[in-house]
């Protein structure tokens, strides 16, 4: 091996002075380990650097009247803090949601002086403590935010300071485009899987049902981890409310008289298909199980059962005020008692919150480590701007630039949903029970 193999990274040239790390959106496992590794290489390499506390909240209350203040709205941050930190739970800069590029969904948008007012005052917040580097972690609606900052630097004057921006995929959905596995992920469905498992046992000393609403507002990833991990008996979500299993829903705006229309699930088919999971198991001696259902099944309930419910700044349905677990426990109670004449007790709750500061695995801590080394592998060695850090194989780095990951028009992400009969949906539907019969989700 060469004499390099035990020596320290060689230093890069450079110019720059301070970095910033801002963490927005849901807590994830692994998230200090993500933050302490980017800042430890920053430090290493001469560049201080700066947290950026809970979001773009403080960013954005930014003013000549309103300074960001040390300790309020940033910290600066040293080797003895980030000490043992990797494997810590938490998110040691905290998080918000607040979303300085929502009023922008075109391109043209960012010369509009009052949508990009949001995107201005979090440029001059940064740039009014040093800010040359900005490392966003977040989801996929921080990721659309990062690119909107970057595109907004784009039509500033060719003279004025530009902030390169990278930023690194953070969700316990796993729903991300450009990369495999989100960081927090694995550790997510460990825990939340425990739990199952702990409930399969309830269930089967009281011969009933727990019904699981997982969290994964666009995509299965969660809730089948959670069902292949947990031994659930079903799993169901957004991918697989296809054929039979939806419908279309009109509705008619009684100002305008306008007609929309939107997928919604068959809930005729939706909820007989789950009973028969029951009913075969009975078949089978079982007469108990767990069934798991994704909380992005709320964005496909009818809109009878969303009358009243607000959305965020990012258009999301307030799935908290639906109770999915509840309005699907009452539903499949009534079906089951239909088929069979007989009463078996169902018990619905939510899972999903218990696992996103939960100590971190292995894998999540490497990953995230990598991660962060990579954002500034990127800024700094690579000279980039506009790259989302991803990982392939055993951690190789990857850089993918934002615009191949958001939508040029609408300037929106693709959510990556599991395709369908890949080997991975097929792995659920062969250890969970099978249904004969035509009755097949897939």
């Not at 003279?159 to 969700?171: E, G, N």
């Not at 825990?191 to 089967?204: K, P």
């Not at 009818?302 to 009358?307: A, I, M, R």
């Not at 990556?416 to 539907?429: A, H, N, V, W």
Request: with cysteine; charged share 25%; hydrophobic share 40%.
């Amino acid at each position: 091996m060469p004499d390099s193999t035990l020596s320290r990274p060689p230093r890069m040239a450079h110019n720059f002075r301070r970095a910033a790390i801002l963490f927005s959106g849901g807590p994830a496992p692994a998230a200090n380990a993500v933050i302490s590794a980017a800042a430890t290489a920053f430090l290493r390499n001469d560049i201080e650097v700066v947290g950026i506390k809970h979001g773009y909240s403080g960013l954005q209350n930014f003013s000549k009247d309103n300074p960001l203040v040390e300790g309020r709205d940033y910290v600066m941050v040293n080797h003895k803090m980030l000490g043992r930190t990797r494997n810590s739970s938490g998110i040691m800069i905290g998080t918000a949601r607040s979303n300085p590029g929502k009023l922008i969904s075109h391109p043209s948008h960012l010369s509009d002086e009052e949508r990009s007012a949001p995107l201005k005052t979090v440029y001059e917040a940064l740039r009014s403590i040093g800010v040359d580097l900005l490392v966003s972690i977040g989801g996929d609606d921080t990721l659309k935010t990062a690119n909107k900052l970057k595109m907004f630097q784009e039509r500033l004057p060719i003279d004025a300071h530009r902030i390169p921006i990278v930023h690194l995929p953070k969700t316990i959905d796993n729903d991300y485009r450009g990369i495999d596995f989100t960081f927090g992920y694995f550790t997510a469905v460990d825990f939340l899987a425990s739990e199952v498992r702990n409930l399969l046992a309830d269930a089967e000393a009281n011969r009933n049902y727990f019904l699981v609403e997982s969290m994964g507002r666009s995509a299965g990833w969660l809730a089948y981890g959670v069902a292949i991990a947990g031994e659930a008996s079903l799993v169901v979500s957004v991918e697989d409310i296809v054929g039979k299993y939806r419908a279309i829903e009109e509705t008619v705006n009684p100002q305008t008289g306008e007609k929309t229309s939107r997928p919604v699930m068959n809930m005729e088919e939706v909820i007989p298909r789950i009973v028969a999971t029951m009913t075969t198991r009975e078949l089978e001696g079982k007469e108990y199980g767990v069934i798991v259902i994704a909380e992005g099944l709320a964005e496909f309930l009818p809109n009878s059962y969303l009358e009243g419910i607000g959305r965020d700044d990012h258009g999301h349905i307030n799935i908290s005020a639906i109770n999915l677990h509840d309005i699907f426990t009452e539903l499949i109670t009534k079906e089951y008692h239909k088929q069979t004449g007989r009463k078996r007790v169902i018990k619905g709750l939510q899972l999903g919150y218990e696992a996103r500061c939960a100590r971190p695995h292995a894998f999540d801590v490497m990953l995230g480590s990598q991660l962060g080394v990579g954002a500034y592998r990127a800024l700094v060695e690579k000279g980039l701007n506009g790259v989302m850090i991803s990982v392939s194989g055993q951690l190789q780095l990857e850089y993918v630039p934002f615009d191949t990951l958001v939508d040029p028009e609408t300037l929106v992400t693709v959510v990556r949903y599991i395709e369908p009969e890949s080997d991975f949906q097929k792995l659920t539907r062969f250890l969970e029970t099978y249904v004969d019969g035509g009755e097949e989700l897939r």
